[in-house]
């Protein structure tokens, strides 16, 4: 028996979860925010209970050894060493990481030359993983990437119709991005119909605040929406999701922006479900307000219910049929009416929401009819899980 950390460490936050391996029960978790500014706040879940900590915490290394500390304040675990495994998200792989990897400094290294790929993310995953490096430095330590799952699509899926050079010299093509959970739900799926993964065609929707749709065969990824960055595919809680590259320099124009860079923020930060509703990212807040009666917030819904019918669409094209499409993240796992709406538009396919099943939140569950040729599948993800798996999985 040995504890497993999985940690997921962005510019200001730092996430955890806490697993008895091979068990893989989850002993306990939890979040620190506000890392590096004032007043942070410091959550852990354990044993059913919440507690909290408000306090300056200046960077990850302090937010780590807090952490730890905590464990062992709490009495999760006697010593640091009762520890044996630590996994951690990392956004970007590139062309490099095609499957998780043990950490070295050189994999420290080529993370942190990644940062152009990612830059909001990659350097904070990088500080993370420099950080539990230096408390704990003898534990099997995996860094585990967001589009590792992704390094299975095909070329002509993964190129954009741009000079091949481009490909060649840069490496400019599409990553994708919700890797881990894409496939964590694909292997759920196969368990849930009762049917090996290598036989079955998925079309799996990471609907969060950050969104994805991904075309599964044989548990492999074929294709997904988000492309170079996460800032393509669907309409997001504040991204734009895909767009003509033409309407940038229009833009700038308009608004009198001299730097790119600036266009590019309002497309991952002022866009999406925001920019269209001029309310709130958050779902529940669209909702509420459609519900009320409000026009622009409806139209926000429609065009997002919209982007992923589309590219669901475009996915049973892809693929030549499909046996399930999956729901899962925030609003997959909790809203029925999103769930509802995007499956009634596109039943041609073969797809038919049974209502009493779809009433459900955040619970794993078929919510097709059992008629229905294609099935529909909520299926809560658990990004965390996977990790601390691959950690026990390349432990030497
Ligand atoms: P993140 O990408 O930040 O991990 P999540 O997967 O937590 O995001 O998803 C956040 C989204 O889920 C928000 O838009 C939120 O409104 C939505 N969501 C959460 N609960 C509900 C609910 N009960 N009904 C509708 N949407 C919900």
Not at 91 to 115: P, R, Y
Request: proline residues 3%; hydrophobic residues 40%.
């Amino acid at each position: 028996m040995s504890k497993t950390i999985a940690i997921n460490a962005g510019s200001s936050s730092l996430k955890f979860t806490l697993y008895e391996m091979p068990s893989e029960e989850e002993i306990a978790s939890g979040i620190i925010e506000r890392v590096g500014l004032k007043d942070s706040v410091f959550t852990t879940k354990y044993n059913g209970e919440k507690y909290k900590v408000v306090k300056d915490i200046n960077n990850h290394e302090i937010a780590i050894q807090m952490v730890l500390d905590k464990l062992i304040e709490l009495k999760v675990i006697e010593n640091y060493e009762e520890i044996t495994g630590v996994g951690h998200r990392v956004v970007a792989g590139g062309e490099i990481f095609k499957d998780s990897a043990l950490i070295t400094d050189e994999v420290i290294t080529q993370i942190e030359n990644l940062a152009e790929f990612a830059p909001l993310h990659n350097p904070a995953n990088a500080t993370g993983i420099k950080a539990f490096k230096k408390l704990l430095p003898t534990i099997t330590s995996v860094a585990v990437f967001d589009t590792s799952f992704h390094a299975a699509m095909p070329k002509e899926n993964y190129l954009y119709s741009i000079p091949m050079s481009y490909y060649e010299d840069f490496s400019a093509r599409k990553y994708g991005a919700h890797g881990t959970s894409h496939k964590y739900v694909s292997e759920r799926a196969a368990e849930m119909l009762g049917k090996p993964l290598e036989d079955l065609k998925l079309i799996t929707c990471h609907l969060g605040n950050g969104g994805s749709i991904t075309a599964v065969e044989g548990g492999k990824s074929v294709d997904t929406s988000m492309g170079f960055t996460p800032l393509a595919g669907i309409t997001m809680g504040t991204r734009s999701g895909d767009i003509d590259a033409s309407i940038l320099p229009f833009l700038m124009k308009k608004l009198g922006l001299s730097d790119i860079n600036e266009m590019i923020y309002i497309l991952n930060n002022k866009s999406g479900l925001l920019g269209l509703s001029d309310i709130s990212s958050d779902m529940r807040d669209v909702e509420e307000a459609a519900e009320a009666g409000n026009e622009q917030a409806q139209t926000a819904l429609d065009i997002f219910y919209n982007r992923v019918q589309k590219y669901i669409g475009q996915y049973f094209a892809l693929l030549n049929g499909a046996d399930a499409i999956v729901f899962t993240a925030g609003i997959g796992e909790n809203s029925p009416e999103t769930r509802q709406i995007i499956i009634d538009g596109i039943n041609w396919f073969g797809a038919e929401i049974d209502e009493e099943a779809n009433k459900v939140r955040g619970k794993e569950r078929i919510i097709s009819t059992p008629d229905s040729k294609v099935k529909v599948l909520l299926i809560p993800t658990d990004e965390e899980i996977v990790i601390a798996r691959d950690v026990e999985r390349l432990r030497k």
